[in-house]
């Protein structure tokens, strides 16, 4: 029902910023919980921030390594969410996503597998 494309990603300095975009496809995107998470090959997927949709008061949170650097934003009239990346740090690097569901409740909002929708990944690389 959702499909989602992300934008944004690249090569930047440590202490530059990113803005990342993801635009979904699909009805009722203002009722849905819209995230970020991050990979890289060693580790498990982390989760970056998520915004919660209009029954949880669209209400955002992150996660304590990027938190005061980092802000998730949403654009229900675009069906786009957002992160803005600012002082990006050298251990950031990762592959981003974007995901979405429906029904995910507050406490499940970090767990990647309880997410339905999934876009295809933006790269981010800081290095100098």
């Known amino acids: 029902q959702v499909q989602l494309t992300e934008s944004g990603g690249g090569l930047v300095q440590p202490g530059g910023s990113l803005k990342l975009s993801c635009v979904a496809s699909g009805r009722a995107f203002s009722d849905y919980t819209l995230a970020w998470f991050r990979q890289t090959p060693e580790k498990e997927r982390e989760f970056v921030a998520a915004?919660?949709?209009?029954?949880?008061?669209?209400?955002?949170y992150h996660a304590d390594a990027v938190k005061g650097r980092f802000t998730i934003s949403r654009d229900n009239a675009k069906n786009s969410v957002y992160l803005q990346a600012d002082n990006l740090k050298p251990e950031d690097t990762a592959v981003y996503y974007c995901?979405?569901?429906?029904?995910?409740?507050?406490?499940?909002?970090?767990?990647?597998?309880?997410?339905?929708?999934w876009g295809q990944g933006t790269q981010v690389t800081v290095s100098s």
């Open positions: 915004v919660r949709g209009r029954s949880g008061g669209s209400r955002s």
């Open positions: 995901a979405a569901d429906s029904r995910i409740i507050l406490s499940s909002l970090a767990r990647s597998e309880q997410y339905d929708y």
